[in-house]
């Protein structure tokens, strides 16, 4: 194990154990490096690849501290290496969406509240195939499964999928305008889904929304294969 990694884990065991939590404010680096049985160089390094993902903020001239740790702040990190993929790349964006969205929605299937069904009935009802815009359609989109991860109750989870989320965008605006139907069908599948949650049946929530996925991955697999001329 490098030694940076190394540094790494250990300040991590550090927040697991309890001995550092969300804002304290890390030892001053001569001592932490002795307690950590470490060289300065090492944990400076370590300390740096911890601010990249949001665990520690640097303050120069005051210290370093331990960020708030809220899922929103860590997954800033993710979402920044995720906007950097594009064209065929978008498809493994695509496949984890495919592997966490169903668990997300097998989850709020288990406590959509009546609120909740009627929020994402009104969304649908917001957008008409054929006659809304396909910027507008995809506001939609995102409404729908950002409606749906956050009834899942698991901050984390959300957090995670609206990263990823926000990132297809582009893909979705060219399914919209290139693949007949594509409004319409999207549509239908958000009302199957909401009807599912609305029956608490959490394993129909999860199959439409792997399906539901499956298809746009589906197309823009081919639609990366096969240019369109």
């Not at 054929?130 to 749906?148: A, I, N, R």
Request: charged share 25%; proline share 2%; no cysteine.
């Amino acid at each position: 194990m490098a030694l940076t990694d190394e540094a790494m884990n250990k300040i991590k065991d550090m927040i697991l154990a309890g001995e550092l939590s969300a804002g304290d404010r890390l030892p001053p680096e001569k001592e932490l490096s002795e307690k950590l049985g470490l060289s300065r160089s090492s944990l400076r390094e370590a300390v740096k690849a911890l601010e990249i993902v949001r665990v520690l903020d640097v303050r120069r001239g005051d210290g370093t501290y331990v960020t708030s740790l809220e899922p929103q702040l860590l997954n800033e990190a993710i979402s920044f290496v995720v906007d950097l993929h594009r064209d065929s790349t978008v498809l493994e964006i695509f496949a984890v969406r495919r592997m966490l969205e169903p668990a997300a929605a097998g989850l709020a299937a288990g406590n959509m509240t009546a609120e909740g069904i009627a929020e994402l009935r009104a969304n649908i009802a917001s957008v008409t195939a054929g006659e809304t815009s396909v910027e507008d359609l995809v506001e939609h989109d995102l409404k729908f499964h950002q409606l749906v991860n956050r009834a899942s109750g698991n901050n984390y989870l959300m957090s995670l999928l609206e990263s990823m989320s926000s990132s297809t965008i582009r893909a979705r605006i060219w399914r919209g305008l290139t693949q007949e139907g594509a409004a319409a069908r999207t549509l239908s599948e958000h009302a199957s889904i909401a009807d599912a949650l609305e029956r608490g049946d959490a394993e129909l929530a999860k199959a439409l929304v792997t399906a539901h996925i499956s298809g746009v991955e589906t197309w823009l697999r081919k639609a990366i294969e096969e240019p369109q001329a």
